[in-house]
T-cell receptor
Framework: EDKVVQSPLSLVVHEGDTVTLNCSYE??????LLWYKQEKKAPTFLFMLTSSGIEKKSGRLSSILDKKELFSILNITATQTGDSAVYLC??????????FGTGTRLQVFP | ETGVTQSPTHLIKTRGQQVTLRCSSQ?????VSWYQQALGQGPQFIFQYYREEENGRGNFPPRFSGLQFPNYSSELNVNALELDDSALYLC???????????FGPGTRLTVL
């Protein structure tokens, strides 16, 4: 059975801290791995990773994929209160079917 | 804003009733997928439509059905509602394989 596991489930940090969110997966027909940020309702797209070892960056966020060890990490540096959200990792299999993890709830306090 | 819209925003139904949720895709997208997200969980894939045909289905019973229309809008129908159907229902549209999916704001369904 295809599965995506995220850790930790929950994280509480202070502004300015750096956090690392983990995502491991066991799926058939892997196509790519995606990270989403979900604040209230709609998950908003952060990154899509297809190739191993190539870091993607967007401001204070970065992510990398290891297809040999079947995991990805999402790093957030100099966290801000606006980073508080649930971060979802999903693996795209077949044609557009996303398998999601349960998410990591990040709370950033001032 | 992703350009994907859903209606209604919230809905309250009772057990045994039927419900129709609607989604309007982003312009230029030809796939629509539906997901169910229970509280504290990640979204679960229900099914996907491509060119008005079902193109893959998750582990949901037949009382979950859908339609996609020529203008790429879509409906999710759920018959014989059960309490466990209470969830956030998300639709996502995309341009096909290997492209990111963009999510709508969701419909919060409560079944009493």
């Amino acid at each position: 059975e295809d599965k995506v596991v995220q850790s930790p489930l929950s994280l509480v940090v202070h502004e300015g801290d750096t956090v690392t969110l983990n995502c491991s997966y066991e799926v058939t027909n892997f196509r790519s791995l995606l990270w989403y940020k979900q604040e209230k309702k709609a998950p908003t797209f952060l990154f899509m990773l297809t190739s191993s070892g190539i870091e993607k960056k967007s401001g204070r966020l970065s992510s990398i994929l290891d297809k040999k060890e079947l995991f990805s990490i999402l790093n957030i540096t100099a966290t801000q209160t606006g980073d508080s959200a649930v971060y979802l990792c999903a693996v795209l299999i077949n044609t557009d079917k996303l398998i999601f993890g349960t998410g990591t709830r990040l709370q950033v306090f001032p | 804003e992703t350009g994907v819209t859903q209606s209604p925003t919230h809905l309250i139904k009772t057990r045994g009733q039927q419900v129709t949720l609607r989604c309007s895709s982003q312009s230029g997208h030809n796939t629509v997928s539906w997901y169910q997200q229970a509280l504290g969980q990640g979204p679960q894939f229900i099914f996907q439509y491509y060119r008005e045909e079902e193109n893959g289905r998750g582990n949901f019973p037949p009382r979950f059905s859908g339609l996609q229309f020529p203008n790429y809008s879509s409906e999710l129908n759920v018959n014989a509602l059960e309490l466990d159907d209470s969830a956030l229902y998300l639709c996502a549209s995309g341009r096909g394989a290997d492209n990111e999916q963009f999510f709508g704001p969701g419909t919060r369904l409560t079944v009493l």
